[in-house]
Structures are given as structure tokens and as C-alpha cells.
């Protein structure tokens, strides 16, 4: 088979949205949700403005998302000035938990083969990866 980084990326993608999606489930959060309820839970009281940008989400997208956590329980949006703020509910803050927490159990569950110290050489060549990548 190949041996790019683009194919290995592509198969842990598929593999990391199969595991996410079992472990999400059972709270009714699909993979598609779990980045913005991250953002919300990481920057409490943001604007959808904000969280659409940071994430660099289309807008449309953005707004059924946000509408679908807080009809389902896991945002509270609520008016300040023109803006309404979004913030995590009580089962906001458990989904944010767990959905914190899958990306470091799919990582000691991948990266297992390898020893410590290739694990911070691994994450470390991606990260340099990733900032040459955003200066272009």
C-alpha cells in the first residue's frame, strides 16, 4: 500500500471517527458535534462568531450545529449585548469530559507499539509539520 503521510492520515481519520462515534453514543453526540462543544468547553462564553472562525467552520454549518447542541442539552446560549454567548450546560460539561478524554485514550490505544520516548518524537515531527504548514 502507500506509505505517505497523507494516506496514514487518512486511515487514522477513519479510525478515530469510528472509535469517537461508539464512545459518544451512548450521550447522543455525534463525531460532527464534538469539536465545537470542545471549543465551547475550552472558551466559555464565546460567541458563535468566534467559534465559527476559530474552528474555520462554514457559518451555515456552524449555526445547525450549535442549534442541534443547545436543542439537545449540551449548550446554553444566551443574549448579551447583539451577541449571545454559548456556554456549556451540566450535560455539556460531562460530554466535554468525555470528548476531552477520547482523544488521549485513542492515542495510548494507536500508539502503544511504540516506546515513550517515539511518542513525543511522533507528536513533535507532526506539530513541526503542522506550523510549516501555516506559514504558508
Known sequence: ????????????????????????????LSFGLLFPLIYVGKHPGCTQGELTSALG?????????????????????????????????????????????????WDQERLSALEPEERERLIALLAKVKRKDKER
Do not use: P
Request: without cysteine; glycine residues 8%; positive net charge.
Open 1 to 28: 500500500m502507500f506509505q505517505t503521510l497523507a494516506y496514514f492520515a487518512t486511515v487514522f481519520y477513519r479510525d478515530f471517527t469510528a472509535y469517537t462515534t461508539g464512545r459518544l453514543h451512548k450521550l447522543g
Open 57 to 105: 467552520l462554514d457559518w451555515g454549518y456552524s449555526q445547525r450545529s450549535i442549534a442541534r447542541l443547545v436543542e439537545d442539552g449540551f449548550l446554553t446560549r444566551e443574549k448579551s449585548g447583539r451577541a449571545y454567548r454559548l456556554n456549556l450546560s451540566e450535560k455539556g460539561q460531562e460530554a466535554f469530559s468525555l470528548s476531552h478524554q477520547v482523544f488521549y485514550d
